[in-house]
């Protein structure tokens, strides 16, 4: 009788003193890996112009089919995407569309707070893509 609680009691015990895996989010957030599949960042040339030349490449190969874009040219008709939006809702974040993209102008970042109230604000549009992602969510100072 009281073997089988003495067994329980030092199971819990294991637990209680053993290395903690959880995190308190969002007091603590987990440090990702730098390979880490998160939002899609489109990247510049260092002139600032966008490096996207509106291949469709992307949009082509994404399984998830949430990569719309316009094509537009400049007057030397370089082309670039006039209307590019990634809706986040659908993706599946394989990372296809990095690796597709001959002119390195899509990359995905460690940003992993997506979430969103809305579907549509999961619609990411050119402007949103083109800036680095902001945490969402600070971690909370708790008081005193
Ligand atoms: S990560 Fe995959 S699903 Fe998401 S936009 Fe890129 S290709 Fe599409
Ligand atoms: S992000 Fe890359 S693959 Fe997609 S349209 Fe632009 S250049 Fe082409």
């Given at each position: ?11 819990t015990?294991q637990y ?10 969002p007091e ?26 509106a ?10 089919e ?5 094509a ?24 296809f569309c990095?690796e597709?993209c ?11 707070e997506?979430?969103?109230y809305?579907r549509?604000?999961?619609?990411l549009?050119k402007e949103?893509?083109l800036e680095?992602p902001?945490a969402r969510y ?7």
């Open positions: 009788m009281i073997l089988p609680l003495l067994q329980g009691l030092k199971l015990l209680f003193f053993s290395k903690k895996i959880t995190l308190q989010y603590q957030k987990w440090d990702v890996a730098p390979r880490w599949r998160g939002r899609h960042v489109l990247t510049k040339h260092a002139s600032g112009k966008i490096r996207c030349v291949c469709m490449l992307c949009a082509t190969v994404c399984p998830a949430c990569i719309s874009i316009e537009a040219a400049e007057p030397d008709n370089r082309k670039y995407p006039e209307k590019y939006e990634l809706d986040l809702g659908r993706c599946i974040f394989c990372g990095v597709v001959p002119k390195e102008a899509i990359e995905m970042s460690t940003a992993y997506l979430s969103e809305s549509e604000d999961l619609i549009n949103q893509l680095p902001v600070e971690p909370v100072k708790k008081a005193g």
